[in-house]
């Protein structure tokens, strides 16, 4: 069975770095369709964050992450990871990774994804 699961959450002061990995076991994420991370915070809805298209090379980012958060894939890790960078206070909760085999574009909208992770926390401080 397919899984996903993060880690590289924690917290951390506003203008610092956090770097999130998502390592699936069982496929290859090479072969995906759509790599994405969302966030959820505490009374808010599930938000899309990055997202990466292996089998096109796009990208997309939220306008609140751009310039700040870069997602990339480590092929031999077998990882898709989210590099976040001055991170302010607005950015804490709860990121999720997320993965599609199924063809396809799209992969800003969280409907496009059949696997999902556990979740690893980010909070940051003022």
Known sequence: ???LVESGGG???AGGSLRLSCAAASRDIADSYCL???RQAPGKEREGV?????HVG???YADSVKG???ISQDAAKNTVDLQMNSLIPEDTGMYYCA???NS???CESSTRYTLWGQGTQVTVSS
């Open 99 to 101: 993965a599609s085999w």
């Open 104 to 106: 396809g574009a799209n």
């Open 11 to 13: 917290s951390m002061q």
């Open 1 to 3: 069975q397919v899984e």
């Open 50 to 54: 990055a997202a990466l298209s292996p």
């Open 36 to 38: 994405g991370w969302f």
């Open 68 to 70: 700040r958060f870069t």
């Open 58 to 60: 796009s990208t997309y």
